[in-house]
């Protein structure tokens, strides 16, 4: 297919259409980018982008990722008019309305050819990152055969200008992802005018500075784009293509200005661009030649992908590199049975200590298990023994150096478990979960398996202080919906959080783990902590006190338990690793736990705030927590100064008992 | 003073020493960057800061952070030596032990000479940002005599990295920010090992590319330091100075490598180092010459100073000016009988709207606010009528286009409620709060008075779907201790929630407001939102029913309360525009809206988690929320499909009053 305009065009002014009507439909929406983008997407999927719209989940496709999501009618056009199953035009006229699957920006649970959900602006090109660098080890891994694939990118000034670019950007530069393509909608207007408002940066200049090749094109010039595309398909270095673009091309009074990015063109300008881009048809219909012109395009990928399976289907890794894509695990009963061995035995140690000791297990058992850190290797304690860096020059290793840059290791996990092939983990210290909280939030919205291995979870970190002091973060994690939070207690508790962690395929986990020894409270198996919290001490004496604790304070609780049964007064001690766990238990494991009976104190113990707590202990029940910033000292005197004693808390009980 | 390495070595060696020993003797802490940067931090202290010890309050004083906040036995030992009453040497030999003011990290509410908390990489840089933006607001305002100065800033290769680089370096170019100099720490080691391990990046011509010099020097050659800091100075650009440092310069056996970095330099090896830098003093102690050369170049600004003060004297200005600077407002009482004239009103408003209309009346009373939006002017209507735009031509403007940049306009805003003179307040949608958490948290945790205007707070924001829908944010928020996160119902309540965060001048604002309307449902002044909740409407019928609701909901809870009302059960309707100022009012208060009485139900209403509302409705209430991810379709299909209607909310009271 040659990019003669005559043919292109059209093809071209399909995308214009959908675009415009749908959002005028809808009356919500965004025009600007799918007109201002069109071309350059007509020439990207007629003669670029590696794919087979009959499999969408075709392992070896090329990755296409919307990062600019607003333009959502861009994708859902490529998508119907290269023949993809969904969306239907039914689902396009219903776009932004309740059950259309064409939702205002592209989520990837709704429309399997939706890589990745886009929407909040640089995380897409940032999970591209992770596409791209999954697809390196996986080519490291089952060789050129299985898979060689690039990962293209729409991006615009909002995911240029966001501070994850520059992250993102520096770790493609550093791994040398030379099969990740990034398209720039050069088009010079942001939401709030032009972009000279705002920014005067020489983006060119910086993509180059970050070990980038830069090409350019103009943007409405079928043969130009298809030079640049070509030149930056050939380039071994990621690289950008800035196009440049008029935003709402097409529409002849408002493109070129920022009132056409995100509003409807109203009913008036859309007869307008009608004229002026030749369109005859009624709105939502494309004519009979343009569409086959576009199901041609479609077509295109089906004979590579049938090569493809045919040589899968000769490779002597085919079963292995089948289970990987499909995210099955195989060595769940070898990593169990080397954890049992651990019952035996007294170690007190930190957990994130416990956390290294079982990648230790997992690293060697599960080749998918890709770890990392943002520059925190030896405190995250998140390199196994013998896990060779995966680096520029070794992409097969399987640890990655994500540098100080906890949002961008963050999405790129995000794609690369989007990707599949592999489970990535990453570390950094709880207290910096803010710098990526909006990608935690992507990995529960968009159901991926990353584990996020999270240190230093309280004011146990000491001397560090207070800007290093997780208080609210555990809580506030657990308020992000699909979201496995978990707090081990002892090395046991770890271990068990890491299996439940694995074996989570559509739910992110949090490891939030002690820098401080703790000691082993657990000798028996069973796997306690699937159930999120179980009784871990039955009170001797008459049950008048439940303790329910996570993480470091679980020992703290069995301390206050022993110390109240001294007294004749019967304590439970409830270890709670993982509150979401226990949301989902049914009522009558959760009232067997925490029976309603009035003359019970419930208590609390959570080096963190105590707001949350009350849906455990009632409002008639005693938080022991923290509900100020911490302190910079060490840790035992940190504990000590905010209560975390049984010499503060037992008193506390008492007194609320006698009341 | 010159840069006689006879004299200059003995000091920078002090700073060696100091840190070392203190870190020692805490058995933790960072040497690394302390003994690196000595050399230049002498040169900077001693030829070019502009500063008196005697008056750390001086208001032209220069800015000096120390963004790589982990070396803060530099700017400790810096304070000390150059004759600040904080920290004291009692205050050093006790670092990072509970009550020094010398802890792990510079906290700016423990010593009065340190300018902003720094550790959480990034942020440091991204607030001097702020700083040198108010520096020149002020300038603009008040002429050179007054304000005149600069911000001078140590980074090292983790405040490079950080995405929030980007933006901050992105905002200052464009906003040709020529007083802020950054002093960077190219010691080419993180601590995960060599830079080369994760970062392949060309600094400096990043920098350029965002419109900045840069200057380069061997950060161990006193007059090639102080050559580059004088070029630096000059030029009218924000400056890079790339100085090229060994880490733990002085330390001869681990120096340049990146085990000098966050450990102790241990026994042995400070010994040896003594023996290297020709260091006799016993720890702690400054031999007395030594001490006399760091006075004498704290001395230095004295003159300046009251040069300064004289001219202040004279200054037609000056009350203003030092009204301004000390934080006082003067308008409350003219803005609130503007507020009064809308509770005969009938707005039917979305509260994003509300909060407009209040700027508009705020933005002329008080000439301190300086508002701005991250690329979301006309969505979160913060800008009011006649705001000129603040830019690199007209720096008196009081509206900053802050750009795509959100993380980096919270923390620039910190930087400019720190420096004083000025209220910042900044826009942007309520989900991307996730993206600058940790801003937000500095804010509450260094005491700032910032406002953030955080728009399209629930599912009510409707078609963009569950990327753009905060679930947890306003919750998750209200975790963060020192911050007031406000939701108002209506017009009126914006109107006194926008007077509490201007009046709150030691904690920082969130406003969550809406994108769709809202009826007006207060007609009667007196500053209700004050104690955070109030009874908006007591029951009719016996009360069996208390409804406490915000925000949107509200209006909800009432109609809700008519219908049980029409079925002869009476309910009360609370307001909470805000929680945390509900927590402050006394128990008597609280009994009163929230009676202990078993027979009452209590019910919260909020289109967000319904996690922690249990503290207000105990464990037998009822909480209508949503507790998973939101949708794309419009606002009333949401709130029908998620159950916000008096339809869905009537029955499930019913049902419970029954059981």
């Known amino acids: 297919m040659s990019t003669d305009p005559t043919r292109f065009a059209p093809m071209a002014n399909a995308i214009r259409a959908l675009s ?34 009959s499999r969408p989940d075709w392992a070896d496709r090329d990755r296409f990722v919307l990062s600019a999501g607003h333009g959502s009618m861009l994708i859902y056009s490529l998508l119907y008019l290269t023949g993809y199953e969904s969306p239907t035009i039914h689902d396009i006229r219903n776009f932004r309305q309740m059950g259309s699957v064409c939702a205002g920006h592209p989520e990837n649970f709704l429309i399997p050819g939706v890589e990745c959900t886009t929407g909040p602006l640089g995380q897409g090109l940032a999970m591209a990152v992770g596409m791209a660098l999954a697809e390196r080890h996986l080519n490291a891994t089952f060789g050129n055969d299985l898979v060689d694939h690039k990962t293209w990118v729409i991006a615009g000034d909002g995911c240029m200008m966001e501070g994850i670019n520059h992250e993102a950007i520096g770790l493609a530069g550093t791994l040398k992802l030379g099969r990740l393509k990034v398209l720039w909608d050069d088009n010079r207007i942001t939401i709030d005018g032009d972009t000279a408002l705002s920014t005067s940066e020489d983006i060119p200049a910086r993509y180059r500075a970050s070990g980038w090749d830069v090409f350019e094109c103009d943007g409405h010039d079928y043969a130009d784009i298809e030079r640049a595309l070509a030149e930056a398909a050939m380039s071994e270095k990621p690289s950008l293509v800035a196009c440049r673009t008029i935003i709402g091309k097409g529409a002849p009074n408002k493109q070129g200005g920022h009132d056409v990015h995100g509003a409807p063109l109203g009913a008036e300008e859309i007869t307008a661009a009608r004229t002026a881009l030749g369109w005859t048809s009624e709105p939502f219909i494309v004519p009979e030649d343009v569409l086959a012109d576009w199901r041609e395009a479609g077509y295109r990928g089906a004979k590579a992908r049938q090569e493809w399976e045919a040589r899968l289907a000769a490779d002597p890794q085919a079963a292995e590199f089948e289970r990987r894509m499909a995210g099955e695990l195989a060595a769940e009963d070898d990593a169990m049975a080397a954890f049992n061995g651990w019952l035996a035995g007294d170690a007190n140690v930190a957990t994130r200590k416990a956390s290294e000791n079982a990648l230790n297990v997992l690293v060697p058992l599960f080749p998918e298990l890709v770890g990392g850190s943002a520059d925190l290797t030896g405190s995250n304690n998140t390199k196994a023994k013998n896990q060779a860096p995966l680096t520029a020059d070794d992409y097969a290793g399987r640890y990655v150096y994500y540098g100080i840059r906890e949002f961008g290791m963050a999405a790129a996990m995000n794609g690369m478990a989007l990707h599949g092939g592999v489970i990535p983990y990453g570390g950094t210290f709880l207290i910096f979960s803010d710098y990526c909280r909006n990608a935690i939030r992507l990995s529960a919205l968009q159901q991926t398996r990353v584990v996020y291995v999270l240190t230093h979870d309280s004011i146990g970190l000491g001397e560090d202080g207070p800007t290093h002091q997780p208080i609210e973060q555990v809580m506030s994690m657990r308020l992000i919906p699909n979201l496995n939070v978990f707090r081990p207690a002892d090395v046991i508790e770890t271990a068990e959080c890491w299996m439940l962690a694995l074996q989570s395929s559509e739910t992110p986990s949090v490891l939030a783990l002690t820098r401080q020894n703790l000691p082993q409270l657990r000798h028996e198996g069973g796997m306690l902590s699937a159930r999120g919290a179980y009784r871990l001490k039955s009170a001797k004496a008459e049950r008048k006190v439940i303790l329910m604790a996570t993480g470091s304070e679980v020992q703290l609780a069995t301390e206050v338990a022993e110390r109240l049964e001294s007294q004749g007064i019967g304590a439970d001690v409830i270890s709670a690793p993982c509150l979401e766990l226990f949301e989902q238990q049914d009522d009558s494991y959760k009232r067997e736990l925490l029976p309603d009976a009035a003359h019970i104190l419930r208590v609390s113990i959570e080096a963190g705030v105590t707001w949350g707590w009350e849906r455990y202990t009632t409002t008639d029940g005693l938080n022991i927590g923290i509900d100020r910033f911490g302190a910079s000292a060490p840790a035992k005197d940190l504990f000590a100064r905010f209560g975390f004693t049984a010499d503060s808390i037992v008193p506390k009980i008492l007194d609320k008992l006698s009341t």
Chains 1, 2 share one sequence.
């Open 20 to 53: 415009m009507d749908a959002v005028q439909a809808a009356n919500s929406g965004h025009p600007g980018m799918p007109m201002g983008m069109a071309d350059v997407a007509t020439v990207l999927f007629s003669k670029f982008l590696r794919f087979d719209p």
